[in-house]
């Protein structure tokens, strides 16, 4: 069993930076993957970047790709998204995920990210 709590969020101009945290508590969070996504009003929960069980392999949308990065502290069970150059368009909540690259189980609830033009 993993719980998951994202924190980080907020306001923020665009072309500005945010770094959103999720902590993880359980044992096992080193056997996961972690992901992020985001959910923007009236859209459907999209992928933003996921990161394996070491933090050796990571994956973007393309959309984030260049502008986001993410990472995973192991030892402090904390995985990380840094969002550099934030565009309107990043405007979402964002949640963070752990299981298998694909069928994430365990999922965060949720921090909003604003991004003003």
């Known amino acids: 069993q993993v719980q998951l709590v994202e924190s980080g969020g907020g306001l923020v101009q665009a072309g500005g930076s945010l770094r959103l945290s999720c902590s993880a508590s359980?044992?096992?969070?080193?056997?996961?993957?972690l992901g992020w996504f985001r959910q923007a009003p009236g859209k459907e929960r999209e992928f933003v970047a996921s990161i394996n069980w070491s933090g050796g392999s990571t994956y973007y949308a393309d959309s984030v790709k260049g502008r986001f990065t993410i990472s995973r502290d192991n030892a402090k069970k904390v995985v990380y998204l840094q969002m550099n150059s934030l565009k309107p368009e990043d405007t979402a909540v964002y949640y963070c995920a752990a299981g298998e690259v694909g069928n994430y189980k365990y999922w965060g609830q949720g921090t909003q990210v604003t991004v003003s033009s």
């Open positions: 359980g044992r096992t969070f080193t056997a996961y993957a």
